[in-house]
């Protein structure tokens, strides 16, 4: 039996030592907003904050937690990092799928926390380990630099190329 602080709630889990986060945060407490992609911390898409650093839950061991609480994406906008990141997301409209957004959004809030004005370089060391299928990473870095400034910077527009077929002019 473990007693896990997660997002300012106490909660008595009964599970095995080994078992990881993510699976007790998803399967047992109830949170679903963090998601399962790989499984063996190459992905990002399970990240959470543990006092209040970013961490890839499906590889933490529920017995690693010890007292450190746990924010997950359901209350990351209670913090005011987090509600900046989150604020921005939307402004932006980061958001393709959606399915590693929440990853995202933990790992962003994370840097902003302890990095309030970051740059490329630390934007870059955050964020590598967030995978995203989609190619959102242009929008993600605009949304940290408004989140983090307030002011939006010009963003690269890519050329619509005309589409090929009958009556398509070569
Ligand atoms: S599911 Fe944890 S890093 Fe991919
Ligand atoms: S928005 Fe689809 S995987 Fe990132």
């Known amino acids: 039996m473990f007693t896990l602080n997660v997002n ?3 909660h008595d889990v009964d599970v095995p030592p080994d078992m990881p986060l993510l699976w007790v945060l998803r399967d047992v407490v109830g ?18 904050h543990v006092a209040g650093q970013a961490m890839r839950s499906c ?3 529920v017995s690693a937690l010890g007292s450190r609480p746990v924010t997950t994406v359901e209350a990351v906008g209670q913090t005011p990092a987090g509600q900046k990141v989150q604020q921005a997301w939307l402004e932006i ?5 959606g399915y590693c957004q ?12 302890h990095t309030p004005d970051p740059t490329d370089a630390d934007i870059d060391a955050a964020m590598s380990g967030n995978i995203c299928r989609c190619g959102t990473y242009a929008r993600i870095r605009e949304a ?8 939006t910077t010009a963003m690269p527009t890519v050329p619509i190329a005309a589409p090929a077929g009958p009556g398509a002019q070569s």
């Open 93 to 97: 409209e980061v958001v393709q799928c």
């Open 59 to 61: 590889v933490l061991p």
């Open 144 to 151: 940290i630099k408004l989140a983090a400034t307030g002011r």
């Open 31 to 48: 949170l679903t907003g963090t998601k399962f992609g790989c499984g063996v911390a190459q992905c990002g898409a399970c990240t959470v």
């Open 8 to 10: 300012g709630q106490s």
């Open 102 to 113: 929440s990853g995202q959004v933990m790992s962003a809030a994370a840097l902003l926390t």
